[in-house]
């Protein structure tokens, strides 16, 4: 069974940096495309971006493009998500997520980790 770990979260400010990490473990990491997602109180799940097989396409929300950037390390079985200039409203809880179809992982993943909080202060 496919399980994901997310960590680097935390407090920033804004304008400042994060990376977070999300560790993959049973399975075959490279059949499979990655993605990012964030929630709000009271909010759905927001798709924020999503990368295909390694060496794929890249997908942004329109809301982080040019600020976020997806990234993975096959042999450390490992997804990243680089956030640069945060703001306010990315404060959220940011959730990992797997499937090995690249539709699907920006609709429907089959798999989620449990969530890492950022919160980013004016």
């Known amino acids: 069974q496919v399980q994901l770990v997310e960590s680097g979260g935390g407090l920033a400010q804004t304008g400042d940096s994060l990376k977070l990490s999300c560790q993959f473990s049973g399975g075959t990491f490279s059949n499979y495309c990655m993605a990012w997602y964030r929630q709000t109180p009271g909010q759905e799940r927001e798709f924020v971006g999503a990368?295909?097989?390694?060496?794929?396409?890249?997908w942004y929300a329109d809301s982080v493009m040019g600020r976020f950037s997806i990234s993975r390390d096959d042999a450390k079985k490992t997804a990243f998500l680089n956030m640069t200039s945060l703001k306010p409203e990315d404060t959220a809880i940011y959730f990992c997520a797997a499937d090995r179809n690249y539709v699907k992982v920006r609709q429907s993943p089959a798999y989620w980790g449990q969530g890492t909080q950022v919160t980013v202060s004016s």
């Open positions: 990368m295909a097989w390694s060496g794929g396409t890249r």
